[in-house]
């Protein structure tokens, strides 16, 4: 009786060594597949997943709408947009990534190469041929709209080169690179792409200001961003929107001026 059950258990134990045991978790189905986009992906089921609404498809990145300014230190209209648009905007709207800010000064003036240097003509005069060198090369050494939009936001108040001054001091920036910039070899350079770049415009610019958004003007894009920034800037974003914006749309009694700039 002992050797029988020695035997049995033998033939047993044979059995069971012998039963593999499936350890691949892709074969437990959707349930393991959907749980998320690696499982799918290590499985090769990602648009089973994805068509069958297992997985929520992933969405890019919303983009801020760039707002580009060609303009000029000394223009009446520019200063306005400046100061009554883009700056409140900048405070309002721009910790919450909806947009980007570029500005050009240069505006309707013209250049020409004499020697080693370029010259400026500007429409009001010398004085603004400096202010654009000097608001170009804080722009450069600044370059984060944190830094340069209270600096040209100060200036464009009341343009002056002892303005200039007065506000880096107020705002604890260093005058020193900026004047040195301007006075020397690398703001002329600078102006002179900054230059370059306006007379590459498409369409070519006819006036100051000259607002180009996401690479793109129109007479409808200008209208709509000089009459009021905010609300441009909040109809226009793919993203969630701050209370910012609704309180500006409640200013209007919800009534939008603002034009799509997609579809404009």
């Keep these: 009786m002992l050797t029988l059950n020695l035997l049995l258990c033998a033939v047993i134990g044979n059995v069971v060594s012998n039963v593999v045991v499936d350890t691949d978790p892709c074969r437990l189905g959707d349930s393991y597949w959907c749980q998320n986009e690696a499982n799918a992906v290590e499985c090769g089921v990602l648009e089973y997943c994805k068509a069958n609404n297992f997985i929520t498809q992933t969405k890019e990145a919303v983009k ?3 707002i580009d300014l060609y ?47 370029w010259k400026f003509e500007c429409q009001h005069g010398t004085l603004e041929c400096q202010l654009n060198l000097v608001e170009t090369c804080a722009l450069h050494l600044l370059s984060h709209p944190n830094q340069f939009m209270p600096f040209i936001h100060c200036l464009e108040t009341k343009p002056s080169v002892a303005k200039a001054k ?3 001091a107020s705002l604890k920036i260093e005058w020193g690179p900026i004047s040195k910039c301007y006075e020397g070899s690398e703001g002329n350079f600078l102006e002179h792409q900054i230059a370059v770049k306006t007379d590459a415009l498409k369409p070519p610019h006819q006036y100051v200001p000259w607002i180009v958004v996401d690479g793109k003007h129109t007479e409808k894009i200008q209208n709509a961003v000089q009459d009021d920034l905010v609300l441009f800037i909040c109809g226009n974003y793919k993203g969630p929107t701050p209370d910012a914006c609704n309180k500006a749309l409640e200013s209007k009694q919800g009534k939008r001026c603002y034009k799509d700039a997609n579809n404009a």
């Design 166 to 168: 007065s506000c880096a």
């Design 64 to 66: 801020p709408i760039q």
């Design 71 to 117: 303009y000029e230190s000394l223009c009446p209209g520019c200063r306005e947009f400046i100061t009554t648009q883009l700056y409140p905007a900048y405070q309002k709207l721009y910790s919450y990534g909806m947009f980007e800010i570029g500005l050009f000064p240069y505006g309707n003036a013209g250049e020409s190469k004499r020697g080693d240097e």
